[in-house]
């Protein structure tokens, strides 16, 4: 029996000592090529629930492996998972508790901006509120130590800022908005480790001839999307005729066009956001072919995933309501690449369907095709003029 107790301390001090030398976890920082974390393991042909876009370089603790994906632990309460070729190993870090510092809040002619210094780059998720229009940052690992929060006058859209500690281990940010439409933000970090949100204001002009609209036409080049059930036509030439037709007339309104396309070119999700990214638009409409199983199946439908971008998916929607078209639905949480940016306000509209007879003779009518460009430019000015009144 004394053999046997001491084979069993022997073995539990030297599992101890294995797990407090050996910790079955270690870290990696995200690479440049659009990271994001998912909510859990769920797939579907979209890919899985995503809970945010990350900047590059952000810390992250690995505690499991499955397949091609990490496990990460955020906080105590909260893990998320993420591709394994979207980071990479770094040495082990101080990772338990990091203090927040003093805040800024200004803005320019264009944005406004939240400066949050820490000590290292954190993960973080973002949500969008409406009534009232707010953005809600949570930053995983972070305890606030903020009692400064300076506020300038130059700051046009942001009305408050403020912060709760939620969590032991989760700082909350609050960004409140003048405005009820959200016209978008972005998050990074910069080279001294402060955070920042970069929240768009509202165009002083909300007219076509003042904005700049960006039109995706989708799929193309070796991406054909879908097929005509008769005619066998190709959803990818479809889309870039009418992505063309409201391309001319939004130009005939005065208004700054640029296209993500404007041949039949393939392109990846990754090469479209970044190519948006440098254009810097007000809104984003993708132009899409929808598909059925089943042939009875028609209409139109508008998809969007974040709440406060919504207002522009069902503006068009209405619209194209008034072409003919049955009514598929409004979309929401769509996990669509181009629905992911926050940056701007998007939408993407499956015009009609190609597996349906009806709705498939009205794809390849000319006249039906500049019918649905008139609509969704008067669903864009819909969008904008309730943005005015407000």
């Not at 203090?99 to 800024?104: D, I, K």
């Not at 971008?309 to 769509?334: D, H, W, Y």
């Not at 669509?336 to 369907?353: H, K, M």
Request: charged share 25%; net charge positive.
């Amino acid at each position: 029996m004394k053999k046997i107790l001491t084979a069993s301390f022997l073995f539990c001090f030297l599992n101890s000592f294995s797990q407090k030398n050996y910790p079955d976890y270690f870290y990696v920082r995200t690479n440049d090529s659009l990271p994001f974390l998912d909510y859990g393991l769920g797939e579907d042909r979209l890919g899985g629930a995503k809970m945010t876009f990350l900047d590059s370089n952000i810390v992250l603790r690995v505690v499991d492996s499955i397949s091609d994906k990490y496990e990460v632990q955020l906080s105590k309460l909260h893990s998320a998972y993420i591709q394994k070729g979207k980071v990479h190993l770094i040495s082990p870090i101080q990772y338990d508790q990091h203090l927040t510092n003093s805040w800024n809040v200004y803005g320019d002619s264009l944005y406004d901006y939240v400066t949050i210094k820490l000590d290292e780059k954190l993960p973080y998720r973002s949500m969008m509120e409406i009534h009232p229009s707010r953005i809600v940052l949570d930053i995983f690992g972070a305890v606030s130590n903020t009692n400064w929060i300076t506020q300038l006058s130059t700051a046009k859209e942001i009305k408050n800022a403020w912060y709760e500690q939620p969590e032991d281990d989760v700082m909350r940010v609050i960004i409140e908005l003048k405005h009820q439409q959200h016209w978008g933000y972005h998050i990074f970090y910069s080279s001294d480790n402060k955070l920042t949100v970069r929240v768009k204001c509202q165009p002083a002009k909300l007219d076509l001839s003042h904005i700049k609209i960006a039109i995706d036409a989708g799929h193309g080049g070796d991406n054909i999307g879908a097929s005509g059930i008769t005619s066998s036509i190709k959803e990818k030439d479809y889309t870039l005729l009418i992505a063309k037709e409201v391309t001319r007339q939004l130009i005939n309104k005065k208004a700054k066009v640029v296209m993500t396309r404007v041949k039949d070119t393939t392109l990846s999700m990754f090469e479209r956001i970044q190519f948006l990214d440098q254009q810097g638009p007000d809104l984003l409409v993708s132009i899409h072919l929808n598909s059925s199983s089943k042939d009875s199946i028609s209409g139109v439908s508008t998809y969007y995933r974040y709440i406060g971008f919504r207002p522009l998916s069902q503006s068009i929607l209405k619209s194209m309501l008034q072409t003919g078209l049955s009514e598929f639905g409004n979309v929401g949480n769509f996990n669509f690449s181009l629905n992911g940016p926050t940056d701007y306000p998007n939408c993407l509209v499956e015009v009609a369907f190609l597996s349906n007879k009806k709705d498939e003779r009205k794809i390849r009518d000319p006249k039906f095709r500049q019918l649905a460009a008139t609509k969704i430019i008067a669903g864009i000015e819909a969008f904008l003029k309730s943005g005015a009144s407000q």
